[in-house]
């Protein structure tokens, strides 16, 4: 069984910066990919950045430049560093952990439960 615990949400001003944290408990396995996606009201969720490994990431344009995943193997845990952050930035941010299962050759995803951004003035 996968946990993910997000934390670090707040309300900042525009330009401002937080950094979100998630802590996945549970097996360790050799094959997966730590990553944030968020939903705005009405919008669809959509993704943020990811990483497999902590060296090699992912983002998304509109972040790019202004975020950065970081992951700490030893502790499980997974990182987002959001820098100038804007208006349209707002929103719920949902921790993934992406699995690979060799038995059954298939990836399998969990989420926490997501902790929201606000940015406003």
């Known amino acids: 069984q996968v946990q993910l615990v997000e934390s670090g949400g707040g309300l900042v001003r525009p330009g401002g910066s937080l950094r979100l944290s998630c802590a996945a408990s549970g097996s360790i396995f050799s094959i997966d990919v730590m990553g944030w996606y968020r939903q705005a009201p009405g919008k669809e969720r959509e993704f943020v950045a990811s990483?497999?490994?902590?060296?090699?990431?992912n983002y998304a344009d509109s972040v790019k430049g202004r975020f950065t995943i970081s992951r700490d193997n030893a502790k499980n845990a997974v990182y987002l560093q959001m820098n100038s952050l804007k208006p349209e930035d707002t929103a719920v941010y949902y921790c993934?952990?992406?699995?690979?299962?060799?038995?059954?050759?298939?990836?399998?995803?969990?989420w926490g439960q997501g902790t929201q951004v606000t940015v406003s003035s």
């Open positions: 993934n952990r992406r699995i690979y299962s060799h038995y059954y050759q298939s990836w399998t995803d969990y």
């Open positions: 990483t497999p490994d902590g060296r090699d990431t």
